[in-house]
């Protein structure tokens, strides 16, 4: 295997959710130069969130008693907030009126969420559309085949107490599970980035655009952003038909913030260090990740041990004023 300078092993092997450009792609140019010519990846501008419309379970539980829970239909007002989603998803990949932009839609194969993508799609030119595909690992988490509406409010009484993220449902899924086939997902659409499946030409913005439900969505987001658990304990659910834009900022980052408010990150229930991070990302520039990435540090460690040994005070080189210039390398 031949070698590479570590600025190229760093463009091959990747930084962050991402992974890398492929070997033919110049070190950081996917993430700063979006649709340079020559470059191996070119990223999507938007990627969007979005959780299905109005359901016949959401305005009454017994339906699932009697409805496997993948043909729940949409309510007629979910077609309705389908429809409006979709002039909101339209006027957001819009914005810029001299921009080329296409789309491209996944969306999570139980009827409410395929019922969704039509509602959303009546908004769409037909040359604005790349394409759409059903997938499977953004479906509904699974609380078990048809529900006893009693028993079931027992138990979402008992995941409160447990936790979120961690607590199974009887012949069921965890939120842990739903996070395992998210990251599963990624990996897949990755290769679809690399292997140009969802590109057009060199001018024209992609947008993704995923038609999935509130659970499996912000798993996504804590999966792409790297949020702890306890962080995604603190989130609150979509709203029927709620969507949420991760936008590619100048530096190579994805930030909700280059799209919604700070305002509305809180309503959403991210912790003022989320949203520092999220700011961070907005104006990120990859190259200096090491030195200037918000990793959440303190949310692991709160005592520092920062009293330099006095082996290693006698390497350290000062100039006239005591303050350290560098340290001597030990023998």
Same mark, same amino acid.
């Given at each position: 295997?031949?070698?590479?300078?570590?600025?190229?092993?760093?463009?091959?092997?990747?930084?962050?959710?991402?992974?890398?450009?492929?070997?033919?792609?110049?070190?950081?140019c996917e993430m700063t130069k979006q649709h340079a010519a020559g470059c191996a990846r070119?990223?999507?501008?938007?990627?969007?969130?979005?959780?299905?419309?109005?359901?016949?379970?959401?305005?009454?539980?017994?339906?699932?008693?009697?409805?496997?829970?993948?043909?729940?239909?949409?309510?007629p007002r979910g077609v309705e907030q389908a429809r409006a989603a979709g002039r909101g998803?339209?006027?957001?990949?819009?914005?810029?009126?001299?921009?080329?932009?296409?789309?491209?839609?996944?969306?999570?194969?139980?009827?409410?969420?395929?019922?969704?993508?039509?509602?959303?799609?009546?908004?769409?030119?037909?040359?604005?559309?790349?394409?759409?595909?059903?997938?499977?690992?953004?479906?509904?988490?699974?609380? =078990?085949?048809?529900?006893?509406?009693?028993? !079931?409010?027992?138990? @979402?009484? #008992?995941? +409160?107490? $447990?936790? /979120?993220?961690?607590?199974?449902?009887?012949?069921?899924?965890?939120?842990?599970?739903?996070?395992?086939?998210?990251?599963?997902?990624?990996?897949?659409?990755?290769?679809?980035?690399?292997?140009?499946?969802?590109?057009?030409?060199?001018?024209?913005?992609?947008?993704?655009?995923?038609?999935?439900? =509130?659970?499996?969505?912000?798993?996504?987001? !804590?999966?792409?952003? @790297?949020? #702890?658990? +306890?962080? $995604?304990? /603190?989130?609150?659910?979509?709203?029927?038909?709620?969507?949420?834009?991760?936008?590619?900022?100048?530096?190579?980052?994805?930030?909700?913030?280059?799209?919604?408010?700070?305002?509305?990150?809180?309503?959403?229930?991210?912790?003022?260090?989320?949203?520092?991070?999220?700011?961070?990302?907005?104006?990120?520039?990859?190259?200096?990740?090491?030195?200037?990435?918000?990793?959440?540090?303190?949310?692991?460690?709160?005592?520092?041990?920062?009293?330099?040994?006095?082996?290693?005070?006698?390497?350290?080189?000062?100039?006239?004023?005591?303050?350290?210039?560098?340290?001597?390398?030990?023998?």
């Open positions: 295997m031949s070698s590479s300078s570590p600025k190229t092993a760093a463009a091959s092997q990747g930084e962050g959710e991402g992974g890398g450009g492929g070997k033919d792609s110049c070190a950081f070119r990223l999507p501008k938007r990627i969007i969130l979005v959780r299905h419309g109005e359901s016949q379970g959401n305005l009454d539980m017994s339906a699932y008693s009697t409805t496997p829970d993948y043909r729940i239909p949409l309510t998803i339209l006027d957001a990949v819009s914005s810029s009126p001299d921009a080329n932009w296409k789309v491209y839609f996944y969306v999570s194969p139980y009827e409410r969420t395929r019922a969704t993508l039509r509602g959303i799609g009546a908004a769409f030119p037909r040359h604005r559309v790349i394409g759409a595909r059903e997938e499977c690992r953004v479906r509904e988490q699974d609380f =078990g085949n048809f529900q006893v509406e009693e028993r !079931m409010r027992a138990i @979402k009484e #008992t995941r +409160e107490r $447990f936790g /979120r993220f961690f607590f199974r449902f009887p012949e069921g899924e965890s939120a842990a599970d739903v996070f395992d086939r998210v990251a599963s997902f990624l990996e897949s659409l990755w290769r679809d980035i690399d292997n140009g499946r969802l590109d057009q030409s060199i001018g024209c913005e992609t947008n993704l655009v995923i038609v999935s439900h =509130g659970l499996t969505s912000r798993v996504f987001m !804590m999966k792409w952003f @790297k949020w #702890t658990v +306890e962080q $995604f304990e /603190r989130l609150n659910n979509f709203d029927n038909c709620e969507f949420r834009v991760m936008q590619l900022g100048p530096g190579g980052e994805y930030s909700l913030l280059m799209h919604h408010t700070k305002e509305e990150l809180e309503g959403w229930g991210l912790s003022p260090e989320m949203i520092t991070d999220q700011q961070w990302r907005a104006s990120a520039n990859r190259r200096s990740w090491a030195e200037e990435c918000s990793s959440f540090i303190a949310t692991f460690f709160d005592n520092w041990n920062d009293d330099t040994p006095e082996e290693e005070k006698d390497t350290q080189e000062k100039d006239d004023d005591g303050k350290i210039i560098k340290s001597l390398e030990l023998p």
